[in-house]
């Protein structure tokens, strides 16, 4: 049984950040944050193992996009600094619990989303 529950999201103008966070329950392996704007696929923009270690980013957002969790709180964090126009989607905290946790992995439970809105 996971549960997760998305929030942070908001509406900012380019050049601004925002951080998500993403409250979880039950037991995963891995997390993930992706994203969805209208009229398009979803996209995997971020991922890390639960226990630590190595993270995974969208080209798109290398260097600017931050995946992070606080194990001890149960939340996962997508810190998204210098945001622009086309990071406008909405943003889903996602896990698995077990496998690979690269972006392309199948992820199987699934947040309700967090809107965000980036204004040029």
């Known amino acids: 049984q996971v549960q997760l529950v998305e929030s942070g999201g908001g509406s900012v103008q380019a050049g601004e950040s925002l951080r998500l966070s993403c409250a979880v329950s039950?037991?995963?392996?891995?997390m993930g944050w992706f994203r969805q704007a209208p009229g398009k696929e979803r996209e995997g923009v971020a991922s890390?193992?639960?226990?630590?270690?190595?993270?995974f980013y969208a080209d798109s957002v290398k260097g600017r996009f931050t995946i992070s969790q606080d194990n001890a709180k149960k939340t996962l964090y997508l810190q998204m600094n210098t945001l622009k126009p086309e990071d406008s989607a909405m943003y889903y905290c996602a896990a698995r619990t077990g496998g690979s946790c690269y972006i392309g992995a199948e992820y199987t439970y699934w947040g309700r989303g967090t809107q965000v809105t980036v204004s040029s």
């Open positions: 039950g037991y995963t392996f891995c």
């Open positions: 890390t193992y639960t226990g630590g270690g190595r993270t």
